[in-house]
Nanobody
Framework: QVQLVESGGGLVQPGGSLRLSCAAS????????MGWYRQAPGTQRALVAG???????NYIDSVKGRFTISRDNAKNTVYLEMNSLKPEDTAVYYC?????????WGQGTQVTVSS
């Protein structure tokens, strides 16, 4: 059974930092492209950042220079380091794993940026 379990969300003030983690089980983690989407109320789920099996990364423009995605294949975990957080970063953040037509999602973790 495949499981993706996110952690690390919470409430933070503008300018603050959070580190999200996503622990995967039931997949050959090192072969999968991993990443994070987010969904704010009233909007569609959108890609934030991704990291391939060869550690190639991509980011949406609005988080470049503030967010960093990384992976630890020994721990089957992908991370999203988020710095200089803004209120517009508020959303539920979802971890995903993708390999060809196989795609798996976590349950999501809430990130709220507010003073």
């Amino acid at each position: 059974q495949v499981q993706l379990v996110e952690s690390g969300g919470g409430l933070v003030q503008p300018g603050g930092s959070l580190r999200l983690s996503c622990a995967a089980s039931g997949i050959r983690f090192n072969f999968y492209t991993m990443g994070w989407y987010r969904q704010a109320p009233g909007t569609q789920r959108a890609l934030v950042a991704g990291i391939s099996s060869t550690d190639s990364t991509n980011y949406i423009d609005s988080v470049k220079g503030r967010f960093t995605i990384s992976r630890d294949n020994a721990k089957n975990t992908v991370y999203l380091e988020m710095n200089s957080l803004k209120p517009e970063d508020t959303a539920v953040y979802y971890c995903y794993a993708r390999l060809g037509l196989k795609e798996y999602w976590g349950q999501g973790t809430q990130v709220t940026v507010s003073s």
